[in-house]
């Protein structure tokens, strides 16, 4: 079974894909991590975030893997760690650059296609491309207020330029993604995290 729980840029879908995957018994795998580490490689580089050849050869010869836990997903690059790297102001600018590239699409859907099975998958497409027969597909929005005032917990930056960095985020990946037809929208903005689990884990089929 698979389980897919896409939305917009902080709308909750790692916390609450890890609860779902707690409550089920399986990993659940963040998507989002591999375009952030391909982004942190190519920066790390000097590597220009549109130059697709460029990325794709950091990708191939960094050894990135993605480890998929209930806990929290952890990326490496052959030994290296780059989780604690990963959600810096500096990958968040850059990542929808990197994630507009089809072949780094490609090569990251292969990696995600390659997991063992059943998990839940949280990200952008993961409804619509990566696993269109999923068993249960949910979308979790909320306003930019809302979703800049939880991040403002996790970074440096006031409420306002975290806003700001979300919408234009929002509009950069909104041009390559949109959300499954068959996937049920939760609006996030009224309610709190195990709220939200709650409301996945009663919809999903027996
Ligand atoms: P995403 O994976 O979509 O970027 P996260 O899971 O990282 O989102 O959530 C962003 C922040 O918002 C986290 O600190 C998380 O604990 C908090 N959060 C997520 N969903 C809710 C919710 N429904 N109510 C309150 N806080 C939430
Ligand atoms: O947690 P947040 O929503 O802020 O970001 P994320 O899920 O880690 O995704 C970071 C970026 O990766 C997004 O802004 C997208 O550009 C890209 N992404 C994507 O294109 N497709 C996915 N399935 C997941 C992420």
Do not use: C
Not at 45 to 67: F, K, Q
């Amino acid at each position: 079974m698979i389980v897919t729980i896409d939305g917009v840029a902080a709308s909750g879908k790692s916390s609450v894909s890890s609860g779902v995957a707690r409550a089920l018994g399986v990993p659940y795998v963040s998507s989002g991590l591999l375009y952030r580490a391909a982004a942190l490689l190519a920066l790390e580089a000097g590597a220009a975030l549109e130059d697709e050849a460029a990325v794709l050869v950091l990708l191939e010869g960094s050894g990135l893997r993605l480890e998929p836990l209930a806990e929290g997903n952890r990326v490496w690059a052959g030994g290296r760690e780059l989780t604690p790297d990963l959600h810096s102001t500096r990958v968040d600018k850059g990542v929808s650059a990197v994630a507009s590239l089809p072949g780094v699409r490609a090569w990251v859907d292969a990696q995600l296609r390659a997991l063992p099975q059943p998990f839940v998958a949280e990200g952008r497409d993961m409804g619509t491309n990566v696993f269109p027969h999923a068993q249960a597909k949910f979308y979790l929005t909320a306003s930019p207020r809302v979703r800049a005032e939880r991040r403002a917990r996790e970074r440096p930056e006031d409420i306002p330029a975290i806003e700001a960095a979300l919408t234009k985020r929002d509009e950069a990946d909104r041009r390559q993604i949109s959300p499954a037809v068959d996937a049920l929208v939760i609006d996030t903005g009224p309610l709190d995290l195990q709220g939200v689990i709650e409301v996945i884990l009663s919809a999903l089929p027996e």
